[in-house]
């Protein structure tokens, strides 16, 4: 009888030594999809980020160049102006 209990008994904790084994295995996949996901937030993040860099950019390039045409006009009516006055 005692030895029966005593294979009952390691049985049992070989038992729980593997669910423990598995639960820590859980977890860690647990862990890594958590990292996954988080890499993948930062990533996304930074092309959001990226996309505005690039939109501002281009506003100013376009306030940029609509401020140099203004500045031509002007000149060429300064020009205009000024062989008006030639004549």
């Not at 005593?6 to 049985?11: A, I, Q, T, Y």
């Not at 859980?26 to 890499?39: I, L, S, T």
């Amino acid at each position: 009888m005692e030895e029966e209990k005593e294979e009952e008994m390691e049985e049992k904790e070989k038992e729980e030594e593997k669910e423990k084994e598995e639960e820590k295995e859980e977890e860690k996949e647990e862990e890594m999809e958590e990292e996954k996901e988080e890499e993948m937030e930062e990533e996304e993040e930074e092309e959001k980020e990226e996309e505005e860099e690039k939109e501002e950019e281009e506003k100013e390039e376009e306030k940029e160049e609509e401020e140099e045409e203004e500045e031509e006009e002007k000149e060429e009516e300064e020009e205009e102006a000024e062989e008006e006055e030639e004549v």
